[in-house]
């Protein structure tokens, strides 16, 4: 069975970082588009960051860019989301998905958005104090 487990969550003061990992069973990460997304309270679910397979080009949503940073770790069969400089806002329960591509239909999807990707982690929660 296809399985995705997010990792690394927690509580941290505003300016602290923390990791977050999606480690996949059943399946080979590295041969899909992987995202992160999350949900706050009350908030739609919202692209975070998300790589793709063919190139390794990634995507961040505006609010993200320039402190978190997305990466493989194709021997551990992982995709971890690195969060520095977080803010109260960031609060949210973070969770990674695949795309395999059943809902593109041209070379720019997958992007991030999280209609495109099929398979999802359970989430974990991440939590910045002020």
């Known amino acids: 069975q296809l399985q995705l487990v997010e990792s690394g969550g927690g509580l941290v003061q505003s300016g602290g970082s923390l990791r977050l990992s999606c480690a996949a069973s059943g399946f080979t990460l590295d041969y899909y588009a992987i995202g992160w997304f999350r949900q706050a309270p009350g908030k739609e679910r919202e692209g975070v960051s998300c790589?793709?397979?063919?190139?390794?080009?990634?995507n961040y949503a505006e609010s993200v860019k320039g402190r978190f940073t997305i990466s493989r770790d194709n021997a551990k069969n992982t995709v971890s989301l690195q969060m520095n400089s977080l803010k109260p806002e960031d609060t949210a329960v973070y969770y990674c998905?695949?795309?395999?591509?059943?809902?593109?239909?041209?070379?720019?999807?997958?992007?991030?958005?999280?209609?495109?990707?099929?398979?999802w982690g359970q989430g974990t929660q991440v939590t910045v104090s002020s």
């Open positions: 790589i793709r397979s063919s190139d390794g080009s990634t």
């Open positions: 998905a695949a795309a395999f591509g059943g809902v593109c239909s041209d070379f720019t999807c997958p992007s991030c958005i999280p209609y495109e990707y099929e398979s």
